[in-house]
């Protein structure tokens, strides 16, 4: 099993950033997506989840109106849009691959893809 984030960087605030997520090793389709992010000295925070089918999407309220996440279940990759980027942004960021079957749930993590927004 293997997700793989890409697409972080150095952007400057109000630019626009792309993340990718590709999956393997699973049957992506079965499973919602998300991203996660992480700054220095806190904890992990959710960003953005999407549905299987991708119908369904929410995000925090930190990033709504900015961040738009999606997903190719073609090509199995999800993919995080973040605009009008702020400072507050900068973290690292990480997918998510969760499947809940009746009261079991199997999840798996991506490594992380830095994201720094500084002038």
């Known amino acids: 099993v293997q997700l793989v984030e890409s697409g972080g960087g150095l952007a400057q605030p109000g630019g626009s950033l792309r993340l990718s997520c590709a999956a393997s090793?699973?049957?992506?389709?079965?499973?919602?997506m998300s991203w996660h992010r992480q700054a220095p000295g806190k904890g992990r925070e959710l960003v953005a989840t999407i549905s299987v089918d991708g119908s369904n999407t929410d995000y925090s309220d930190s990033v709504k109106g900015r961040f738009s996440i999606s997903r190719d279940n073609a090509q199995n990759i999800v993919y995080l849009q973040m605009n009008i980027l702020k400072p507050e942004d900068t973290a690292v960021y990480y997918c998510?691959?969760?499947?809940?079957?009746?009261?079991?749930?199997?999840?798996?993590w991506g490594q992380g893809t830095q994201v720094t927004v500084s002038s």
């Open positions: 998510k691959a969760v499947r809940v079957t009746g009261s079991h749930q199997r999840d798996y």
């Open positions: 090793g699973f049957t992506f389709t079965e499973y919602a």
